[in-house]
Each structure stands twice: as C-alpha cells, then as structure tokens.
C-alpha cells in the first residue's frame, strides 16, 4: 500500500530563516504535487512535480523531486508571516485523481 | 473564471439520515473529485468522476455514492449517516485525470 509521510508535521520557524520539508513515499508514482491549506480555508495548489530532478520555484517557496529517493522536499527561503499555513504533498498517477496525500506540516511563522 | 463551488457550507444531521452535496466544477474541467477530510484519518479519495462516470473509487463504503451530470456538475451523497462521517468534503475539479487540482471550499458536515 502506498504510504506518504512528510515531516516535520510542526514547524515553527522565525521570520527571515531557511527550512526545508520532507515527503517520502512508499512506492513509484508518476508525479508528486504540493499543496498549501490556510485554516478554515481549502487547499491551493503549489506545485506538480512530473520526472526525476524536477525543480520548481515561485516566490520563496521551491520544490523538488528525487524519484529514485522517492523523496520530494519543500524549500522554504528567508520566511515570512505570510507563508504560515499546512502544507501536504501528494503522490499520484496519470490519468487517476486518487492522490494519497501526507498528514501535512503546519508551519507558523514568527517575527 | 469562477472557482469550484460547493453548497452548502455547513450541514448538522443526525446519525441515520441521508445527505447530499453538491459541487460545481470550474468551466471546462470535466473531471471532478471528491476528497474527506478530517483530523484523524486526514485527506482520503473518495471518487472520481470524468464525463459522466466513475472513473476511480476510493476505500469507502458504499453508503458514499456520487453522480455526475452532462454539465460536469457533481453531487455526492451519504447514506444512513454515522457519527464518523463528520468531516470536511472537499470536491476538486481538474481538466484531466492526474492533473493539478483545483479545490473548492467543502462542505463542513456535522453528524449527531
């Protein structure tokens, strides 16, 4: 059975500093997504990463994918308030929309 | 463009009742999802639908149906309701299978 499991699940983090989320997964997947959810609020999309190596950026966020790892990392650069919300990855295929999602990391922000 | 939207918000039934929800996708994403969320089991697939049909399934009983009309709009519904199913029902619309989803802001449903 495909297991996602991401971590740290809690992450506070001063204003201004670097860290860095994980997301293994158990098996081979196609693509893997990243997805942010603000409390109360539902999920945004962030990213889709397709094939092994694949990078992408947008604003202080980037992410990562190691398919042979089976690891996906999420970046997060000089944190602002802004960015404290859930973040959850998600291992999927083609042509299926049963994504497996992890428990999701809740990152807070401080000045 | 519009987003997916989902009615209603917030929904209290008690345990034994049936209920149905309803998504409307974003224009021209014909396929639509239905996700559960709750604290414990956190986000788990419910189904999928593409033109019409079923196109995946989820590990649910089969109290949990759903249906899908020409228009791509989406109902889910929960039959002989338990105190369990409370959660929050996320429905996502995406043009294709295994594409970006786009999420709506899910129907909060309250079981006593």
């Known amino acids: 059975e495909l297991k996602v499991e991401q971590n740290p699940l809690f992450l506070s983090m001063q204003e201004g500093k670097n860290y860095t989320i994980y997301c293994n997964y158990s098996?081979?997947?196609?693509?893997l997504y990243w997805y942010r959810q603000d409390p109360g609020k539902s999920l945004e999309s962030l990213f889709v990463l397709l094939s092994n190596g694949a990078v992408k950026q947008e604003g202080r966020l980037m992410a990562s994918l190691d398919t042979k790892a089976r690891l996906s990392t999420l970046h997060i650069t000089a944190a602002v308030h802004d960015l404290s919300a859930t973040y959850f990855c998600?291992?999927?295929?083609?042509?299926?929309?049963?994504?497996?999602f992890g428990a999701g990391t809740r990152l807070t922000v401080k000045p | 463009k519009a987003g997916v939207t989902q009615t209603p918000r917030y929904l209290i039934k008690t345990r034994g009742q049936q209920v149905t929800l309803s998504c409307s996708p974003i224009?021209?994403?014909?396929?639509v999802s239905w996700y559960q969320q709750t604290p414990g089991q956190g986000l788990q697939f419910l189904f999928e639908y593409f033109s019409e049909t079923q196109r995946n399934k989820g590990n649910f009983p089969g109290r949990f149906s759903g249906r899908q009309f020409s228009n791509s709009r989406s109902e889910m519904n929960v039959s002989t309701l338990e105190l369990g199913d409370s959660a929050l029902y996320l429905c996502?619309?995406?043009?294709?299978?295994?594409?970006?989803?786009?999420f709506g802001s899910g129907t909060q449903l309250s079981v006593l």
């Open positions: 996502a619309s995406s043009e294709g299978s295994g594409e970006k989803l786009f």
């Open positions: 224009s021209g994403h014909r396929s």
């Open positions: 098996t081979t997947s196609d693509r």
């Open positions: 998600a291992v999927g295929e083609i042509n299926n929309n049963d994504m497996r």
